[in-house]
């Protein structure tokens, strides 16, 4: 049993920066793709960012490409999410999200089995 759990989440002003964490309990942290997905309100929800198991691979939506970083500790089981110059329009619920799939790395919502309860993160104008 996977068990995700986020924090870092608020709210700020727009062109301010937050980092968002991510710790994965129960399974070897290391096995999984990591991802980091946002449901903004009345929108589906959506993929944001996923890091490759030894974190040399990255890969970003567009919208996000330039501002946001991934990355991940595997000795403290930690991934993480840097949201630079942030825009009203990244205000969403933030999810982590884990896999297990053969692929090397992933932005398939569907490749993921474990998620997080969800982080707010609200941009002010």
């Known amino acids: 049993q996977v068990q995700l759990v986020e924090s870092g989440g608020g709210l700020v002003q727009a062109g301010d920066s937050l980092r968002l964490s991510c710790v994965l309990r129960?399974?070897?942290?290391?096995?999984?793709?990591l991802g980091w997905f946002r449901q903004a309100p009345g929108k589906e929800r959506e993929f944001v960012a996923a890091?490759?198991?030894?974190?040399?691979?990255?890969t970003y939506a567009d919208s996000v490409k330039g501002r946001f970083t991934i990355s991940r500790d595997n000795p403290n089981n930690t991934v993480y999410l840097r949201m630079n110059n942030l825009k009203p329009e990244d205000t969403a619920v933030y999810y982590c999200?884990?896999?297990?799939?053969?692929?090397?790395?992933?932005?398939?919502?569907?490749?993921?089995?474990?998620w997080g309860q969800g982080t707010q993160v609200t941009v002010s104008s």
């Open positions: 890091v490759s198991r030894t974190g040399g691979t990255t």
């Open positions: 999200a884990a896999s297990v799939t053969p692929r090397y790395i992933s932005n398939e919502q569907s490749d993921f089995n474990a």
């Open positions: 129960g399974r070897t942290f290391s096995s999984h793709v």
